[in-house]
């Protein structure tokens, strides 16, 4: 593609002198694992996001399912989510032994519902997971409000909002417990897996880092049953480079789905920017009635997309039939039909967000449909 849909490799290219001169004092330094790349990149991210501990994991699926086993939660426990969501928040949930429960969403936000949690509680839930989708919050204040009147915990997912913020908060700064992913395409991205647990509850924080390294309260010696999900050296040496170049980043991201705002065509519905939030657009997210013949033509134009997400999980084949849903999704399922996620990263260049925009005008222009589109 002349204009990829995501180009991590983009950002190493930008960043390329600081990254290879942390890579190099990783290697010299000789220590790989849980060293003080790792301690520093712990520290300097929870200062970032406004928490008291930060615990470096192997990926942003084992960070939740550290989250979760921190919280106690295990075998005969719900945990409420949605279902229109990348399907490691599920998977999460499984490794932990609950059960999942599915929730709607928002039509506009496409974040959890906070009206669909009440009658999806049973006495056996014990945490709520609100993802913060796109890199737009969740309704977070709402969330765990709810949740704290039914003595429930809130296990934020910010896998996509890496610098979000609702009412001048950071994600993963208002919940019990929060799980990252710095997957390459985030906004915070590694190269290659990594993960961490953010929170300002010094118990959970304890739970989590001896559940990541076997349990260990000392070398070898298990006082607890965990698992081995470690952040190594070379990624936190990478990732505390990034950091520093978080928000500036962010703010381009703002910059080109300004761009889009402006020039996308009527009939195409934009991201909603939700009050009180700072969006940091890990992804730029359009509705269209004819997703798929779009993405088409914009692949025909060397324009790569995405879907986020092609099928909720509660339909997906490994799940269909065996996971609680309460009520009907209808706004997940329409959601999937239509959203399509148009290129959007630091690198892009404004000439080629324009590019992008203009061929979904032509697009629209050379197809055109009825304005009750929705």
Known sequence: MNIPAANPQAQYA????????????????GH???????RAFEREFAEYVGVEHAIGAGSGTEALHLALRACGIGPGDEVVTVSHTA???????????????????????YTLDP???????????????????????????????????????????CAQAHGAT???????????????????????????????VATSDAHLAERARLLR????????????????????????????????????DNARRRELAAIYDEMLPPGVRKPAA??????????????????????????DKNIGTGIHYPVPIHLQPAYRGRLAVAGALPETERAA??????????????????????????FDAVRPFSTSRG
């Open 14 to 29: 930008a960043h390329r002198a600081e990254i290879d001169s942390a890579i190099a004092r990783v290697l010299d330094a």
């Open 32 to 38: 790989y694992i849980l060293g003080e790349e790792t």
């Open 87 to 109: 399907v490691a928040t599920v998977a999460a949930i499984e490794l932990a032994g609950a059960a999942p429960v599915l929730v709607d969403i928002d039509p506009h936000a």
């Open 115 to 157: 009206q669909q949690l009440e009658p999806a509680f049973t006495p056996r839930t014990k945490a709520v997971i609100p993802v913060h989708l796109y890199g737009a919050p969740a309704d977070i204040e709402s969330i765990v409000s709810i949740a704290r009147r039914h003595g429930l915990k809130v296990i934020e997912d």
């Open 166 to 196: 609702y009412r001048g908060r950071r994600v993963g700064s208002w919940g019990d417990i929060a799980a990252f992913s710095f997957y390459p395409t985030k906004n915070l991205g590694a190269i290659g897996d990594g993960g961490l």
């Open 213 to 248: 390294e076997y349990g260990w309260s000392e070398r070898y010696v298990s006082s607890i049953a965990g698992w081995n999900s470690r952040l190594d050296e070379l990624q936190a040496a990478i990732l505390r480079v990034k950091l520093r170049h978080l928000d500036a």
């Open 274 to 299: 939700p009050d009180r939030c700072v969006h940091v657009y890990h992804l730029y997210v359009i509705r269209h009635p004819r997703r798929d013949l779009l993405a088409a033509y914009l692949r």
């Open 337 to 362: 039909r239509e959203v399509l996620s148009l290129p959007i990263y630091p690198e892009l260049t404004t000439d080629q967000a324009r590019q992008v925009a203009e061929a979904i005008r032509a």
